[in-house]
């Protein structure tokens, strides 16, 4: 799965005893912007170090999500994450009408 956007925020690298993580944020593209935190684990903090706020990049993302019981008030919780594995410059798809202008002098025949 991909989401494209602007960056927002690079975030450090973040270390947790044998866990490293590293957060991006990024302003989605269309009519209504969301503003979305992924996570970069492991080895992959480094492929952000290429890039900087007002960016415009496409991620590949995974969606997790894990269940947590509360042992001393038997609740359960759900939490979600968003993690990037993979991040490119954001190439716009162009179509054939935006590449040239209609004019009535530019007949095939």
Known sequence: MNITGKIIKIGDTQVR???QFRDLVIETFGQYPQYVTLQFRKDKCTLLDHYKTDDKVEVGINIG???WLNPETNEVKYFNSIEGW???QYAAEVSSKDQAPDREDDLPF
Do not use: A, V
Request: proline fraction near 0%.
């Open 65 to 67: 999500g894990r269940k």
């Open 86 to 88: 993979k991040i490119q």
């Open 17 to 19: 005893k044998t866990f």
